[in-house]
């Protein structure tokens, strides 16, 4: 059985960053991600990551200010959130067990896909 914990999360002022940890327990599967939902919403795809091959994908409302990444150790996964804004504000969930899709092993980007997930972080952007 796979667990996951997210950690990192907080109450900053927009335009700062936050960087969040997903720490797994019990294996690591071929794609980790990361989604949010804030208050009333759906939940939505953040970030990709291949853990394999650490090809990344980004939604596009992230892109360009947030970094998913693995680093030695083979446990924890990254969210490294930069230039955030009240958009931004949600319970950030880690989610883990998909396997790549297609020839060029792509991570998919459905929630549903997903059998694992953490508990969440919430992450509070202030204007």
């Known amino acids: 059985q796979v667990r996951l914990m997210e950690s990192g999360g907080g109450s900053v002022q927009a335009g700062a960053s936050l960087r969040l940890t997903c720490s797994a327990n019990?294996?690591?599967?071929?794609?980790m991600a990361w989604f949010r939902q804030a208050s009333g919403q759906e939940r939505e795809g953040v970030a990709w990551?291949?853990?394999?091959?650490?090809?990344?994908q980004y939604a596009d409302s992230v892109k360009g200010r947030f970094v998913i990444s693995r680093d030695g150790d083979p446990n924890s996964t990254h969210l490294q959130m930069n230039n955030l804004d009240s958009e931004d504000t949600a319970l950030y969930y880690c989610?883990?067990?998909?396997?790549?899709?297609?020839?060029?092993?792509?991570?998919?980007?459905?929630?549903?896909?997903?059998?694992?997930w953490g508990q969440g972080t919430q992450v509070t952007v202030s204007s």
């Open positions: 989610a883990s067990g998909a396997e790549t899709l297609g020839v060029e092993f792509v991570c998919p980007q459905s929630a549903t896909m997903y059998p694992y």
């Open positions: 990551i291949n853990t394999v091959t650490q090809t990344t």
């Open positions: 019990g294996g690591t599967a071929e794609c």
